[in-house]
């Protein structure tokens, strides 16, 4: 079946850092991609998302791209702020009509002054 | 507009009650999903409705565990006969049509089990 893997965290970057967390992803066909966002205290917010291949996403700073030929979707961002301090998921969801979203486990990003 | 939301937003009850858990999706939104986040298992998909029919329920995680959807908007999560670990935030979200991929998700409710 489909599954997502994802960076073990937690991250802890200075402010201004470069942030890279890795998810690599298995699924038939061509799912859509995304990182959802949950900072504390609150619900899931979609961040960025891409529906094919070499599409790239972006928001806030914040990007990925989806590479089917590492089966891979990145979320880099290059200069975190302490307010990106949260939790970041990968998620994808299947060809098709729709469908349930597969998470990874989620990556707690830290981010100090 | 507003987004989704969830009631009651906390719950907690004790081993063997009933407990009834609400969404209200995003006015239009034909699609809604019920997930459970928790500490052990992450986040899961337990059912999908498209309007008021389910076809998609393989996230049950047992027959304790009902899902209905009414007039094509809200949904009620029902877990009968509670167990400790059933403790965990259930997620509700909707998205458009079947055919959108972006699901937008309500705030939870965080429900414990003593």
């Known amino acids: ?4 893997t994802q960076m073990e965290g937690p991250v802890t970057l200075s402010e201004e850092a470069f ?14 991609l995304f990182w959802y966002v949950q900072y504390p205290g609150e619900g899931l917010q979609l961040l ?23 089966t891979s979707f990145h979320l880099e961002k290059g200069s975190v702020q302490v307010s990106d301090s949260a939790v970041y998921f990968c998620a994808l969801s299947p060809t098709g009509t729709a469908s349930k979203l597969t998470f990874g486990t989620g990556t707690r990003l830290q981010v100090t002054l | ?57 393989s996230g049950l995680p047992s027959d304790r565990f009902s899902a209905e959807r009414t007039g094509g908007s809200v949904s009620t999560l029902t877990i009968q006969r509670t167990q400790q670990e059933d403790s965990a935030v259930y997620l509700c979200a909707s998205s458009l049509d079947p055919t959108s991929r972006t699901q937008y998700f309500g705030p939870g409710t965080r429900l414990l089990v003593l």
């Open chain 1, 1 to 4: 079946g489909d599954s997502v």
């Open chain 1, 19 to 32: 942030l890279t967390i890795n998810c690599t992803y298995t699924a038939t066909g061509y799912p859509s």
């Open chain 1, 48 to 70: 960025l998302k891409a529906t094919k291949a070499d599409d790239k996403g972006s928001n806030k700073g914040f990007e990925a791209t989806y590479r089917k030929e590492t």
């Open chain 2, 1 to 57: 507009g507003a987004g989704v939301s969830q009631s009651p937003s906390n719950k907690v009850t004790e081993k063997g009650k009933d407990v009834e858990l609400r969404c209200d999706p995003i006015s239009g939104h034909t699609a809604l999903y019920w997930y459970r986040q928790s500490l052990g298992q992450g986040l899961e998909f337990l059912i999908y409705f498209q309007g008021n029919s389910a076809p998609d329920k």
